[in-house]
């Protein structure tokens, strides 16, 4: 006998012990690993016609040896396949399962999840054997296992191509009647429950008569086979369409929202398209393979059909239908088919559709989808040089710090609208739509620069992506409003600077071109912060860098002119003042995310020291009258501190 692999087992007692409420489901696994086995055979057959023959799934129930048996006539297995497939759960293992049963899903979460696709059958069976044999073979072989120890594969019989899966069910216990799985009225239910969607007929033999031993002959079929995207939506079972994508795309969640549309015209198609409950586990790494399945009046010709969805819309899932392709066509020959290019623009004209449709009905939802799949609707915003970017600059969502939710661009454009006119606009122009930028919202809601458009009582849009800027770049405006960096250097009037000009020059010189120094009105509490001049803003500088860029931003110190720090810097000595220039551009450096510079903690000290200096200078008139923090204010903002500077 050979061992199943030590996680399998453990594995295997963890499904089989935990799994009670939703035991039916070993049946529709079962039927859905058959109709999987014809899928492939079909597909083969399509290039060899030898392979081709009746295909179908057929169901027997033998009530005295306590049997359910699945067969099919898919591609069946040799022995190393029986060994390989059968003989190890390929899943994401114990520790990982017995984690998840700690969140207390659903038996149905668990299940999908963990992909016991085949192993279900131990859920009702204590023994299971397959008996099967591969296209194109001559010897068949049988698997048989009595349970979590291990399994044996012989050499057996069989007349043709294809597998039975044979389930010897459990004893009944005083609660679990597995015998309810011996009534043929109970597996039609649970036929037309889980698994009416078969594309491949489900056959159950027809009892001639009660008590007949003959071998029966008559077969009915249980499944509608209808595929389920070519069902009119009141033939719909309830929750089909859901049943039909969790199988289909091994996701164990209902997706977020279905798409289904039927089109004649140059090219007939029927679609039925999914958006998944979330990216699958590869999505933006290169692995990921996009597509949609393409079908031919329900023959699958093509699995993940690439052409058939734009880049950007990769993470929806779902199936075509159409009749006008040849069944035998070659991938090479379809990729340059015209008819596929005009399913595809249909198709990614009507998602947008329904997204924009979403977005205005049902605003939760879109959210939900947005907040999944923002960035590849954002990536397709900037990707072909912006060929996308009309169609989907209105499905574009940003944090508003105004309004502490995510907001469309028109919708800001909108507040923008409803003010009174601002400053620009009395110009005759109009009013900027102002962003800032910042690995997450959290960070960017404490940026120095903020300050100013909240007294202002402008709002500002966070863009936490790397590509929200490039974005802004392409698009340049919206309606008519400009996108502006609230960390651009725009400086403060002529009229406002006037008289601090030395100032502003000496910190520059200070400073020994590591940024320009100019004043800013968009400061209130802080007397600094960074910002860049030009093209190439601080955000995409580190982006580019990040990329093996070497980018540099124009930096300028932009400084606050009503600030104390910034009033009495011109009071100070020589030393002090350098120290003072020295703190406060590392002070715009922390607030930006950056690391500070080696002198920045230096200058810390000696400043300190001074501040410690003037206490001393005046030690009893201070203490008497208030407390030594308030007083040390008072006394530095009233009079310089030059006193012990130079010791
Ligand atoms: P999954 O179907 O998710 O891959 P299963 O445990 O259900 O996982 O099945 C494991 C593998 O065994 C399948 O991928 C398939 O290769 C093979 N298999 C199972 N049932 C059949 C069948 N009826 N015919 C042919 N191969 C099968």
Same mark, same amino acid.
């Given at each position: 006998?050979?061992?199943?692999?030590? !996680?399998?087992?453990?594995?295997?007692?963890?499904?089989?012990?935990?799994?009670?409420?939703?035991?039916?489901?070993?049946?529709?696994?079962?039927?859905?690993?058959? $109709?999987? @086995?014809?899928?492939?055979?079909?597909?083969?057959?399509?290039?060899?016609?030898?392979? $081709?023959?009746?295909?179908?799934?057929?169901?027997?129930?033998?009530?005295?040896?306590?049997?359910?048996?699945?067969?099919?006539?898919?591609?069946?297995?040799?022995?190393?396949?029986?060994?390989?497939?059968?003989?190890?759960?390929?899943? =994401?293992?114990?520790?990982?399962?017995?984690?998840?049963?700690?969140?207390?899903?659903?038996?149905?979460?668990?299940?999908? !999840? *963990?992909?016991?696709?085949?192993?279900?059958? *131990?859920?009702?069976?204590?023994?299971?054997?397959?008996?099967?044999?591969?296209?194109?073979?001559? !010897?068949?072989?049988?698997?048989?296992?009595?349970?979590?120890?291990?399994?044996?594969?012989?050499?057996?019989?069989?007349?043709?191509?294809?597998?039975?899966?044979?389930?010897?069910?459990?004893?009944?216990? /005083?609660?679990?009647?597995? =015998?309810?799985?011996?009534?043929?009225?109970?597996?039609?239910?649970?036929?037309?429950?889980?698994?009416?969607?078969?594309?491949?007929?489900?056959?159950?033999?027809?009892?001639?008569?009660? /008590? $007949?031993?003959?071998?029966?002959?008559?077969?009915?079929?249980? +499944?509608?086979?209808?595929?389920?995207?070519?069902?009119?939506?009141?033939?719909?079972?309830?929750?089909?369409?859901?049943?039909?994508?969790?199988?289909?795309?091994?996701?164990?969640?209902?997706?977020?929202?279905?798409?289904?549309?039927?089109?004649?015209?140059?090219?007939?198609?029927?679609?039925?398209?999914?958006?998944?409950?979330?990216?699958?586990?590869?999505?933006?790494?290169?692995?990921?393979?996009?597509?949609? $399945?393409?079908?031919?009046?329900?023959?699958?010709?093509?699995?993940?059909?690439?052409?058939?969805?734009?880049?950007?819309?990769?993470?929806?899932?779902?199936?075509?239908?159409?009749?006008?392709?040849?069944?035998?066509?070659?991938?090479?020959?379809?990729?340059?088919?015209?008819?596929?290019?005009?399913?595809?623009?249909?198709?990614?004209?009507?998602?947008?559709?329904?997204?924009?449709?979403?977005?205005? +009905? /049902?605003?939760?939802?879109?959210?939900?989808?947005?907040?999944? *799949?923002?960035?590849?609707?954002?990536?397709?915003?900037?990707?072909?040089?912006?060929?996308?970017?009309?169609?989907?600059?209105?499905?574009?969502?940003?944090?508003?710090?105004?309004?502490?939710?995510?907001?469309?661009?028109?919708?800001?454009?909108?507040?923008?609208?409803?003010?009174?006119?601002?400053?620009?606009?009395?110009?005759?122009?109009? @009013?900027?739509?102002?962003?800032?930028?910042?690995?997450?919202?959290?960070?960017?809601?404490?940026?120095?620069?903020?300050?100013?458009?909240?007294?202002?009582?402008?709002?500002?849009?966070?863009?936490?992506?790397?590509?929200?800027?490039?974005?802004?770049?392409?698009?340049?405006?919206?309606?008519?409003?400009?996108?502006?960096?609230?960390?651009?250097?725009?400086?403060?009037?002529?009229?406002?600077?006037?008289?601090?000009?030395?100032?502003?020059?000496?910190?520059?010189?200070?400073?020994?071109?590591?940024?320009?120094?100019?004043?800013?009105?968009?400061?209130?509490?802080?007397?600094?912060?960074?910002?860049?001049?030009?093209?190439?803003?601080?955000?995409?500088?580190?982006?580019?860098?990040?990329?093996?860029?070497?980018?540099?931003?124009?930096?300028?110190?932009?400084?606050?002119?009503?600030?104390?720090?910034?009033?009495?810097?011109? +009071?100070?000595?020589?030393?002090?003042?350098? /120290?003072?220039?020295?703190?406060?551009? +590392?002070?715009?450096?922390?607030?930006?995310?950056?690391?500070?510079?080696?002198? *920045?903690?230096?200058?810390?000290?000696?400043?300190?020291?001074?501040?410690?200096?003037?206490?001393?200078?005046?030690?009893?008139?201070?203490?008497?009258?208030?407390?030594?923090?308030?007083?040390?204010?008072?006394?530095?903002?009233?009079?310089?501190?030059? !006193?012990?500077?130079?010791?």
């Amino acid at each position: 006998m050979k061992e199943f692999k030590a !996680q399998s087992k453990k594995l295997l007692d963890l499904v089989v012990n935990s799994i009670y409420v939703n035991r039916e489901i070993f049946l529709r696994e079962l039927i859905s690993n058959a $109709s999987d @086995a014809l899928d492939k055979r079909r597909f083969m057959s399509l290039t060899d016609s030898a392979l $081709s023959a009746d295909f179908g799934i057929e169901l027997k129930i033998d009530k005295t040896a306590r049997t359910i048996t699945v067969s099919d006539n898919g591609v069946g297995m040799n022995d190393k396949e029986l060994e390989d497939n059968l003989g190890v759960i390929a899943a =994401s293992g114990t520790e990982a399962f017995k984690k998840a049963q700690q969140d207390k899903p659903s038996d149905e979460q668990l299940i999908g !999840q *963990f992909g016991v696709g085949f192993y279900s059958a *131990f859920i009702v069976a204590d023994s299971v054997t397959v008996i099967s044999k591969k296209v194109g073979d001559s !010897q068949a072989y049988m698997w048989k296992s009595d349970g979590a120890e291990g399994f044996d594969i012989t050499p057996a019989e069989r007349v043709d191509a294809g597998t039975d899966v044979i389930l010897t069910l459990k004893p009944d216990g /005083d609660e679990d009647k597995y =015998s309810e799985f011996l009534e043929e009225w109970n597996i039609r239910k649970l036929v037309k429950k889980y698994s009416d969607y078969i594309r491949y007929p489900i056959r159950i033999p027809v009892s001639l008569n009660d /008590d $007949s031993d003959v071998a029966v002959e008559k077969y009915d079929v249980v +499944n509608s086979m209808t595929p389920v995207w070519k069902k009119q939506k009141s033939e719909l079972g309830e929750n089909e369409l859901e049943e039909f994508y969790k199988h289909t795309y091994h996701d164990y969640r209902a997706p977020l929202y279905h798409v289904a549309t039927r089109v004649e015209g140059a090219v007939d198609y029927t679609a039925l398209l999914f958006v998944p409950s979330e990216p699958s586990y590869d999505y933006l790494t290169k692995d990921f393979k996009r597509g949609l $399945s393409l079908y031919c009046n329900g023959v699958l010709i093509m699995e993940r059909c690439e052409e058939l969805v734009p880049e950007y819309l990769g993470f929806i899932r779902g199936v075509v239908d159409t009749p006008d392709l040849a069944l035998n066509i070659s991938r090479e020959t379809l990729q340059h088919d015209r008819r596929l290019v005009a399913i595809a623009k249909g198709l990614e004209k009507k998602v947008l559709a329904e997204f924009s449709k979403l977005l205005k +009905n /049902d605003r939760e939802k879109y959210q939900s989808i947005f907040e999944q *799949f923002g960035k590849a609707i954002k990536f397709g915003a900037y990707s072909d040089f912006g060929a996308n970017k009309d169609k989907l600059k209105d499905l574009l969502m940003y944090y508003s710090d105004a309004q502490a939710k995510l907001v469309t661009l028109k919708e800001y454009v909108e507040q923008l609208e409803n003010k009174a006119p601002l400053d620009d606009a009395e110009r005759g122009k109009k @009013a900027p739509v102002l962003y800032a930028c910042g690995e997450t919202t959290e960070k960017i809601s404490m940026l120095p620069q903020l300050e100013g458009a909240r007294e202002k009582g402008e709002d500002v849009l966070y863009f936490t992506d790397p590509v929200d800027e490039f974005i802004a770049r392409m698009l340049d405006s919206y309606d008519g409003h400009k996108f502006e960096n609230i960390a651009s250097g725009k400086d403060a009037s002529p009229a406002k600077t006037r008289g601090y000009e030395g100032l502003l020059k000496r910190m520059e010189q200070k400073l020994d071109g590591k940024a320009a120094v100019t004043a800013t009105t968009k400061l209130k509490s802080y007397p600094v912060c960074l910002a860049a001049k030009g093209e190439v803003s601080l955000e995409m500088e580190r982006i580019m860098e990040a990329m093996g860029n070497a980018v540099k931003a124009e930096r300028v110190l932009q400084v606050n002119l009503d600030h104390p720090a910034i009033k009495n810097l011109k +009071n100070l000595p020589d030393g002090m003042f350098d /120290d003072t220039v020295t703190v406060l551009y +590392n002070e715009a450096l922390l607030a930006e995310g950056y690391k500070t510079e080696p002198d *920045f903690l230096p200058a810390i000290n000696r400043l300190l020291g001074a501040l410690r200096g003037t206490e001393e200078a005046r030690p009893v008139k201070v203490a008497k009258k208030k407390a030594p923090t308030a007083g040390a204010k008072k006394a530095s903002s009233e009079k310089p501190v030059e !006193q012990k500077n130079d010791e």
